[in-house]
C-alpha cells in the first residue's frame, strides 16, 4: 500500500520503519530531512509538505511534537487538509494532542469527504522498535477497522475507544495515571535514601506487592543509579499534563495531583533535565529538601 | 515452639492461624476476646494480658491497631515490658507504627536482655491467610534468623531491611508508594468518567504499558464497579500516611504528594467512608468536582 507518513523523530522513524519493513511503500515528510534518512536509505520516496505525502497515498500517518505542529501540518497552507491534497485519504494523527484538535481535523476530514483517526501511542521507543505499542484510537469504526491492518504492524494491544478525541482522551488519562505514581515513585525513594535504606532491596520487596508499578520496576532501579535518560523526556511529559490539565478544566475537573506534579516537573526543567527522563523528577525533590 | 500472640484482628487471626496450623502452640491476647475465639477453638489459650503471654514463649508476636496500642501492649502496666515478664523472649511487632516507636522498643528490649524486632507486613487479608505476605524486618541479624522460620509461614517475600526501626520505614516507603499511584488512579479513573469513555476497557488497554500498577489492575475494577469495600481500609491508610509525614518530618522531608493524598482521604473519611476501601478516594474527588 502507499503510505504517507509525516514525521520521522525517534518514535516515528521507528514506526514507519516497521511498515517499510511489511512491505509499504513510504512518502515521507519530516520538517528536518536528515531524520527520514534511514527510510529514504530503505527506497522510502520524499516529500517536500505534508500536502505532497497524500499524493496517490491510501492512507497518512502524523507523528510530530506540538500541538502546533499538528496544527501546521494539517491546516498550513502545505497541510494535509491543503486544497489540493487527495480528500479521500485516511489520515491518522499518533501525535499526542488535544482532544478538541483532533475532533476538529476529524470534522475537517469529514467535510472534505475523508476520514481522520486519532491514535496516540504509548510503549516507548523499544515498543515503537519492536511493534509492542498500545494504540489509543477515537474516531469512526469503518475507519479504525481500514487502518487496523497498518497499526497492528506498530502495535500489540489496539483498540478503538470511542469517536473523535477519545483516542487523546484515553492517553491523557494514561498520563494522569503515571503523573501521579511518578510522584509516589520519587517521593519514597527520597525518603528511603535519606533513611539509609537499600533502595535496590527495597524496590525487589516492595515491587512485588500493593506498592507495585511499572514506574517502580523499570524506572526505579535507573533512578536509583543515577541513570537520568530518557525513556521518556520531562519536556514531553510536561506538554502531555498542560494536555490533562487543559482537557480536564475543559471536563470542569480540578486534578490537584497532576497540577502538583506538573510543578515539581517544571522544578525538574528547571534544574536543566528538560531533556532527561521522567525520573529526573528526584532531583526536583532533592532541591526541594536538601540533606541537613 | 510455644508462641505469645497479641492482636487478633482479621490480619492478626489469619496470621496467628498459619502459626498454629503449623503445630505452634499459641498463647492469645486481644482486647475484645471473641475476636480471639476460632484460635481458642483450635486450642490457643487464652492469657488475660499481653504479660501473661510471655510466659514460658520463645517468641510473642503483637500486631494491633495505632501506636498507642502499640505502647499499651509493650510498655504499659501488663505489657510485655512489665517487670515480672520473661525478658529474654524474642519480641516483633508486625504493627506498622512509628520507627521511633520501634527503636525505642527495640532498645528496651536490649536492657532487659531480650531482643525485639520491627516486622510490618504488606499484602492484606488475603496474604495473611494465604501466608504470601511480604515483611519487612528491622532489628538484630540474629534475632532475625531466629525468627525467621516462623516468619516463613506467614510471608513469601520477607527481607531484613536494616537496624532497629528499618522495617517501619520499609514499610512507610510502600504507603507512600501507593499513596501517589492511588492519587494518580482517582484523578486519572475521573477524568475517563467524565469524557465518557469506557472505564473497564481502558483499564485493560493501559495496564500493560507505562501506567500499570497493581492498583490499577486490582482496584481500578472495583472502583469503576462501586464497590468500595476494603482491601486496606480508609482509616488506617489514613494513620500510615499520617506516620509517613511524621518520619518525613524527622528527616528533614517535605512530602506535598504524600500532603495530598491525605489531605484528600480525610476528605474521603469526612464523608462516611473511613472504613471503606482506599479505591473510595475516587469519591472525595466527585465531591470536589461536581458534575456540571
Not at 517499510?20 to 527520514?36: C, F, I, P, W
Not at 489520515?91 to 491514535?119: F, H, K, Q, Y
Not at 532491596?201 to 541513570?227: E, K, M, T
Request: proline letters at 5%; hydrophobic letters at 45%; a neutral charge.
Amino acid at each position: 500500500m502507499k503510505i504517507g507518513w509525516i514525521g520521522t523523530g525517534i518514535m516515528g522513524a521507528a514506526m514507519a520503519g516497521r511498515l517499510q519493513a511489511a512491505g509499504h511503500a513510504l512518502q515521507v515528510y519530516n520538517r528536518t530531512q536528515a531524520k527520514a534518512d534511514p527510510l529514504l536509505a530503505r527506497g522510502a520516496a520524499w516529500c517536500a509538505s505534508p500536502a505532497e505525502a497524500t499524493q496517490g497515498a491510501d492512507c497518512v500517518f502524523t507523528i510530530v511534537g506540538y500541538p502546533t505542529e499538528v496544527e501546521e501540518v494539517y491546516f498550513g497552507p502545505h497541510g494535509l487538509f491543503a486544497p489540493a491534497t487527495r480528500a479521500d485519504t485516511l489520515v491518522v494523527d499518533m501525535t499526542t494532542s488535544p482532544p478538541e484538535l483532533a475532533r476538529r481535523i476529524a470534522a475537517t476530514a469529514a467535510a472534505r469527504g475523508g476520514v481522520a483517526l486519532d491514535a496516540p501511542v504509548t510503549g516507548g521507543d523499544i515498543g515503537a522498535r519492536e511493534g509492542t505499542l498500545s494504540i489509543m484510537v477515537g474516531g469512526d469504526a469503518a475507519a479504525f477497522d481500514r487502518a487496523l491492518p497498518l497499526l497492528q504492524l506498530m502495535g500489540k494491544n489496539i483498540a478503538r475507544v470511542g469517536g473523535p478525541g477519545a483516542g487523546q482522551q484515553a492517553k491523557l488519562v494514561n498520563q494522569i495515571l503515571i503523573a501521579g505514581t511518578m510522584v509516589g515513585l520519587c517521593e519514597a525513594l527520597l525518603v528511603a535514601d535519606r533513611a539509609g535504606l537499600d533502595r535496590e532491596q527495597l524496590i525487589g520487596l516492595l515491587g512485588a506487592g500493593a506498592a507495585g508499578s511499572w514506574a517502580l520496576q523499570r524506572l526505579g532501579p535507573r533512578l536509583v543509579g543515577g541513570d537520568y535518560a530518557p525513556g521518556f523526556m520531562v519536556e514531553h511529559f510536561l506538554k502531555d499534563l498542560g494536555l490533562a490539565l487543559h482537557e480536564a478544566q475543559a471536563l470542569g475537573l480540578e486534578l490537584r495531583g497532576v497540577e502538583l506534579a506538573r510543578q515539581l516537573y517544571e522544578n525538574t526543567r528547571a534544574l536543566g533535565h528538560g531533556r532527561s527522563g521522567t525520573q529526573a523528577l528526584i532531583l526536583a525533590l532533592e532541591a526541594l529538601n536538601p540533606p541537613r
